[in-house]
């Protein structure tokens, strides 16, 4: 099973130069609680957060429409995963970098959906590894879930 099986293909993306309170309009029209931030090619340069969001509004005593995504660039590298990658490479990316959700891209790097955890395990079935085994399994989605979820 590949991460175009099971991603969500509609995504929406801001610019470093999107508002806080734009972002967070974006997520409640697209019911959706990340967001990539992406360059003038459509590649992604970081992701925002609804938690994000909260914590910049409560710590930095402005409002939203004053916060710009580019406030939540970091130097770190950001984790994504091809659209043609087997879902159980995407869920050790997802394990290693501790995130819920991963822009999916292209060759270009350009985005073309995401892959949440809410994705992975409506998807798993019932099932463990080795012989006959589903192409995704609940121990395949129930592994990732408790590394992503582990106490930092």
Same mark, same amino acid.
């Given at each position: 099973?590949?991460?175009?099986?099971?991603?969500?293909?509609?995504?929406?993306?801001?610019? @470093? /130069?999107?508002?806080?309170?734009?972002?967070?309009? /974006?997520?409640?029209?697209?019911?959706?609680?990340?967001?990539?931030?992406?360059?003038? *090619?459509? /590649? @992604?340069?970081?992701?925002?957060?609804?938690?994000?969001?909260?914590?910049?509004?409560?710590?930095?005593?402005?409002?939203?429409? /004053?916060?710009?995504?580019?406030?939540?660039?970091?130097?770190?590298?950001?984790?994504?995963?091809?659209?043609?990658?087997?879902? &159980?490479?995407?869920?050790?990316?997802?394990? *290693?970098?501790?995130?819920?959700?991963?822009?999916?891209?292209?060759?270009?790097?350009?985005?073309?959906?995401?892959?949440?955890?809410?994705?992975?395990?409506?998807?798993?079935? &019932?099932?463990?590894?080795?012989?006959?085994?589903?192409?995704?399994?609940?121990?395949?989605?129930?592994?990732?879930?408790?590394?992503?979820?582990? *106490? *930092?």
């Amino acid at each position: 099973m590949n991460v175009r099986d099971i991603m969500a293909k509609t995504v929406s993306c801001c610019s @470093p /130069q999107d508002d806080l309170e734009s972002v967070a309009l /974006q997520m409640m029209d697209n019911d959706c609680g990340s967001i990539p931030i992406t360059n003038e *090619h459509g /590649q @992604p340069i970081g992701m925002i957060t609804d938690r994000d969001i909260a914590i910049a509004a409560a710590a930095r005593h402005k409002a939203l429409w /004053q916060l710009m995504a580019q406030d939540f660039l970091t130097d770190m590298p950001i984790s994504v995963c091809s659209v043609d990658e087997d879902i &159980r490479s995407a869920l050790a990316t997802m394990q *290693h970098a501790r995130v819920h959700r991963l822009p999916v891209v292209n060759g270009q790097g350009e985005v073309l959906g995401m892959l949440s955890m809410d994705d992975v395990v409506s998807c798993a079935e &019932r099932g463990v590894r080795g012989l006959g085994a589903p192409e995704l399994s609940y121990d395949d989605a129930l592994m990732a879930l408790k590394a992503i979820c582990k *106490h *930092h």
